[in-house]
């Protein structure tokens, strides 16, 4: 019972890697084609995912990380990109945010999972 809570820090972690694994296949299988941020996004997450052997803290923490990107629209998980806008535009100039809608609920998913640990970065250290 403890393995399995030690572990569930991992399941944010673990819907990249399926996700992953689904967008390889539909990029395979059909005519989309990835982009620089997919490329980006698949290498970050297999980096992490090899440091889960060596050090799971710190590979929650990326992930982390990875989730922050993903929701800003700096790498992606999914073979489309769908983003919604934040902020205002006047003529062709934009001032605002893009965000993935799919990284920003797993990234309330990671929160909510790893409250603690992230309340422990949050809090100084006495």
């Known amino acids: 019972m403890k393995n399995l809570k030690e572990n569930k820090i991992l399941i944010p972690l673990i819907i990249l890697l399926v996700t992953s694994v689904n967008s390889i296949y539909v990029v395979a299988t059909t005519d989309i084609v990835f982009g620089n941020k997919q ?25 982390g ?3 922050l990107a993903g929701t800003f629209n700096l790498v992606a998980f999914t073979p ?5 806008s934040i902020g205002f535009s006047l003529n062709d100039i934009s001032a605002g945010i893009k965000i993935q809608p799919f990284s920003f609920v797993v990234l309330i998913l ?6 603690q640990l992230l309340l422990s970065l949050a809090t100084p250290k006495r």
Not at 39 to 63: C, D, E, H, P
Not at 80 to 84: E, M, P
Not at 110 to 115: D, P, R, V
């Open 39 to 63: 490329y980006l996004g698949f290498i970050t997450l297999a980096i992490t995912s090899a440091l889960v052997f060596l050090n799971q803290k710190v590979a929650v923490y990326i992930t």
């Open 110 to 115: 990671y929160s909510t999972i790893n409250y």
């Open 80 to 84: 489309a990109i769908s983003t919604y």
């Open 65 to 67: 990380i990875l989730l």
